[in-house]
């Protein structure tokens, strides 16, 4: 079956650590993103990659780091430095940067 | 003015009946759009991708003014399975040649049995 996976579906965490986020796709596409979601918020890009080796901010990637050495995963890691890590995150993938994306199912993220 | 904006709802609505949401957007060069369904607590899922022509899958009409700058999706004979929130996805070019893609925040879906 070709899709996105995200693992774990739930993180709970204790305030100072770092936690990483598994995001991996076998669709064959170039492009990933990550999105964060607030309760009755709408998604917010985080981090994006074109291209395996490169990756660019997105509007709120402060307390966030990722990395693209392949072009089937795209981990993101939140740092202490995240004020409010508290969140559902989500993971997708597309063709290409202007084409439609795909999502994995997410993970829940709390931070105490 | 918001680069995606949707009325968030909820619009509450008998089985069987016909709903239509808007979506307005910002950017005139914006290239194309999309509609996505979220169930509650689960991923975005593409429901349409919205053609300059409009179009139509089954129950389901998307369509583009672009002279107005907004998008439509109508729901003929809904299900209590459409309940759910609808996001409006624009994708934009951005510098150098890069695309964004911007969500609305979404019009939440009560169908009532």
């Known amino acids: 079956d070709g899709g996105i996976t995200q693992s774990p579906k739930y993180l709970f965490r204790k305030e100072g650590q770092n936690v990483t986020l598994s995001c991996e796709q076998n669709l064959n596409h170039d492009a990933m993103y990550w999105y964060r979601q607030d309760p009755g918020q709408g998604l917010r890009l985080i981090y994006y990659?074109?291209?395996?080796?490169?990756?660019q901010k997105g509007d709120i990637a402060e307390g966030y780091s990722v990395s693209r050495e392949k072009k089937e995963s795209f981990p993101l890691t939140v740092t202490s430095a995240q004020k409010n890590p508290t969140a559902f995150y989500l993971c997708?993938?597309?063709?290409?940067?202007?084409?439609?994306?795909?999502f994995g199912p997410g993970t829940r993220l709390t931070v105490t | 003015r918001k680069e995606v904006e949707q009325d968030p709802g909820p619009f509450n609505v008998p089985e069987g009946a016909t709903v239509a949401f808007n979506c307005t957007y910002s950017n005139s060069a914006s290239q194309s759009f999309f509609w996505y369904r979220q169930d509650c607590r689960k991923e975005p899922k593409l429901l349409m991708s919205?053609?300059?022509s409009g179009n139509e899958d089954g129950r389901f009409t998307a369509q583009l003014n672009r002279a107005s700058q907004y998008i439509s999706l109508l729901i003929r004979d809904s299900k209590l399975s459409d309940s759910a929130t609808y996001l409006c996805?624009?994708?934009?070019?951005?510098?150098?040649?890069?695309?964004?893609?911007?969500f609305g925040k979404g019009t939440k879906l009560s169908v009532i049995p």
């Open positions: 919205v053609y300059s």
């Open positions: 997708a993938s597309s063709i290409k940067r202007q084409y439609e994306q795909y």
């Open positions: 990659s074109q291209i395996v080796n490169d990756f």
């Open positions: 996805v624009v994708n934009s070019p951005g510098g150098a040649g890069s695309y964004q893609l911007t």
